[in-house]
């Protein structure tokens, strides 16, 4: 816990201690953590002079931010209008099932971290699902299983 408090100001210092590096400071920490710990946010409400709730009410107001731990792995599902009727909602189906987890859910390893969102913005590339920042477009239900497989447990690093 001492150590996690030292990372937490080693961040915290890095940016101007005014309101306005709220954003920029939780965006390192979502960074750091994959989510926002609760120390966290605790510290900067002192820190930065706002309160508890108004940091509560930024980072959930923005998907950026995650206040619950997420997986290693996060896959963004995009359940937009194109993505939506070129079949989204089955390969999310898919998703579901293969990892055994439902939206917003963590697998119980913490690999995967499942997720939807309204629109990605590549309604050409529909129906698309983005795992850790990287776009898999067209996506093909009897692709599923490969791109978990891609990212799954034995693509662990050896230091894990």
């Keep these: 816990m001492q150590q996690e408090a030292s990372d937490l100001t080693s961040i915290i210092d890095r940016h101007p201690q005014e309101k306005k590096a709220l954003i920029p400071i939780l965006q390192d920490i979502q960074?750091?953590?994959?989510?926002?710990?609760?120390?966290a946010l605790i510290l900067v409400s002192d820190v930065l002079r706002i309160s508890?709730?108004?940091?509560?009410?930024?980072?959930?107001?923005y998907n950026a931010f995650s206040l619950a731990p997420r997986g290693k792995h996060v896959i963004t599902i995009c359940?937009?209008?194109?993505?939506?009727?070129?079949?989204?909602?089955?390969?999310?189906?898919?998703?579901?099932?293969?990892?055994?987890?439902?939206?917003g859910e963590t697998t119980p390893d913490n690999?995967?971290?499942?997720?939807?969102?309204?629109?990605?913005g590549a309604c050409a590339l529909g129906p698309i699902v983005v795992i850790d920042g990287d776009y898999h477009g067209q996506m093909k239900i009897r692709r599923v299983d490969k791109l978990i497989k891609k990212f799954g447990p034995d693509k662990r690093s050896k230091s894990e």
Excluded: W
């Excluded at 508890?52 to 107001?61: L, Q």
């Excluded at 359940?79 to 939206?103: S, W, Y």
């Excluded at 995967?112 to 309204?118: D, I, K, S």
């Design 52 to 61: 508890i709730i108004d940091i509560i009410s930024v980072a959930s107001f």
């Design 111 to 120: 690999l995967f971290t499942l997720e939807t969102v309204n629109c990605l």
């Design 31 to 39: 960074a750091e953590y994959n989510y926002l710990p609760r120390e």
């Design 79 to 103: 359940m937009g209008t194109a993505c939506h009727v070129r079949g989204a909602p089955m390969i999310f189906d898919e998703f579901k099932r293969k990892l055994n987890i439902q939206e």
